[in-house]
């Protein structure tokens, strides 16, 4: 996609329902909070293309909706080695 509001994204899991209609996409982002409400809004804006492109890449007879969510364990795990590594500092230990 070429929307300049569209930041770096992962996809890290997409969840599909038992009957094959609805998709849960989530989407990491890197970047500030700015940068990830301007991101999530350009993939919630582009969700109908999205869905058309995939409805002519896969073969069901119905194409499933789509949701984004965000994902923000990376930014979680990010933040606990941020401090496993301000704990190693002061103890004096290795890096």
Same mark, same amino acid.
């Given at each position: @996609? /070429?929307?300049? =509001?569209?930041?770096?994204?992962?996809?890290?899991?997409? !969840?599909? #329902?038992?009957? +094959? =209609?609805?998709? /849960?996409? %989530?989407?990491?982002?890197?970047?500030?909070?700015?940068?990830?409400?301007?991101? @999530? &809004?350009?993939?919630? #804006? &582009?969700?109908? %293309?999205?869905?058309?492109?995939?409805?002519? =890449?896969?073969?069901? =007879?119905?194409?499933?909706?789509?949701? %984004?969510? +965000?994902?923000?364990?990376?930014?979680?795990? &990010?933040?606990?080695? !941020?401090? +496993?590594?301000?704990?190693? /500092? !002061?103890?004096?230990?290795? !890096?």
């Amino acid at each position: @996609m /070429k929307d300049p =509001r569209l930041g770096f994204a992962t996809v890290t899991d997409v !969840e599909v #329902s038992g009957d +094959l =209609r609805h998709v /849960k996409i %989530f989407v990491s982002v890197m970047g500030d909070e700015t940068q990830t409400s301007e991101t @999530m &809004a350009a993939l919630d #804006s &582009a969700q109908g %293309f999205i869905r058309s492109e995939l409805g002519k =890449r896969i073969r069901l =007879r119905h194409t499933p909706e789509i949701s %984004f969510h +965000l994902d923000t364990s990376i930014q979680h795990g &990010a933040r606990v080695f !941020e401090l +496993l590594q301000e704990i190693r /500092k !002061e103890e004096g230990g290795p !890096e």
